[in-house]
């Protein structure tokens, strides 16, 4: 290993975008902590930052084995599974990357909603089969001016509540603190805005402070009409209560972009035809993708050259 490019570790897999300018730009030991301890020991006390992506985890430690460790630069805006306190405790930084995927995730979560309200999924399916030939499909129901409820009324939340406005829906949120700079209603519960909804979107970050935060009290006020859209984390969402609240009426559907243990979906799930199922996509295209791992890169970039970084998280700002 001759060039003096900066080290940098994957610590899981990456999108192949990200690997790609990774390796462009520096040494990329690929998960080498995973395939190689006795390679990954030698190179360690070079390694001075980590790529990572919205679903990785980096727990103290692997931050143990990496003396020189300043940065983790994850792809993504949720980083729920890095122990940012651990980080923090060792003079590391994490980055990740705001702002440039609300519209595509405020899209997604449009789409899911419009998709379980009138069952284009199931449009589809229903041509394919030839089941037309012997009827129409039967109605579904109306999304446009009925009462939106948003879990999270952050970057995302708001970009979500502005595509809404469109359609004409009434728009209440939850969130850790009321924002009255904006002109909708604010719940302090979940419980209590769920109640106020035909649909019920959550956009909240994952982790501890949400775990199961929209549990079977909450199905429960949503009622038999209701329907809910996760586009957050599959932890925010009590999975078993969601498929018991499912098969028994207690919501009338639902659509989801993340599960509490992908790419596991659980076969209840599967089987419900009033569910829309999603691959975890919210940011999937290649445009806002593309914008992502520049921002990622960049921060790396930033390090290496003695740089401000452009987009640490909260806690390490
Ligand atoms: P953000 O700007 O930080 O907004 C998060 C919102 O959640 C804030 O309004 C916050 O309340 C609220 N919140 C936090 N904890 C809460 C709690 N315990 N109860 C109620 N509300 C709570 O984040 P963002 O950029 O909008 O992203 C939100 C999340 O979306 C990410 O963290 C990620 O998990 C998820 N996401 C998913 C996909 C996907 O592919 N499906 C893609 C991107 C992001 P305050 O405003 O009062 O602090």
Known sequence: MS?????????????PMYTEKLQQLYTLHDRLHETD????????????????????????????????????SVM???????????????GIVVTHTPDVLNDEVADTAIGLMLCAARQFPAADR???????????MPLQRKMSGQ?????????IGKAIAQRAQAFGMSIAYTARSAKPELPYAFHATASGLAAASDFLVVITPGGAGTLKLIDAAVLKALGPKGILVNVARGSVVDESALIDALKNGVIGGAALDVFEDEPRVPQALIDMPQVVLAPHIGSATRETRQAMCDLAVDNLQALFAGQPLRSPVPECR
Not at 37 to 54: E, K, S, T, W, Y
Not at 126 to 136: C, E, I, N, S, Y
Not at 147 to 155: A, E, F, K, T, Y
């Open 3 to 15: 060039d003096t490019k900066p080290e940098v570790l994957a610590a899981a897999r990456l999108a």
């Open 37 to 72: 301890p006795a390679a990954f020991a030698a190179v360690a006390p070079r390694i001075r930052a980590l790529a990572a992506q919205g679903e990785t985890q980096v727990t103290d430690e692997l931050m143990a084995r990496l003396p020189a460790l300043k940065l983790i």
């Open 76 to 90: 993504g805006v949720g980083y729920d599974k890095i122990d940012v306190a651990a980080a923090k405790r060792r």
């Open 126 to 136: 229903f041509v394919r089969a030839g089941d037309w030939l012997k009827g129409p």
């Open 147 to 155: 009462r939106l409820g948003i879990v999270g009324m952050g970057r």
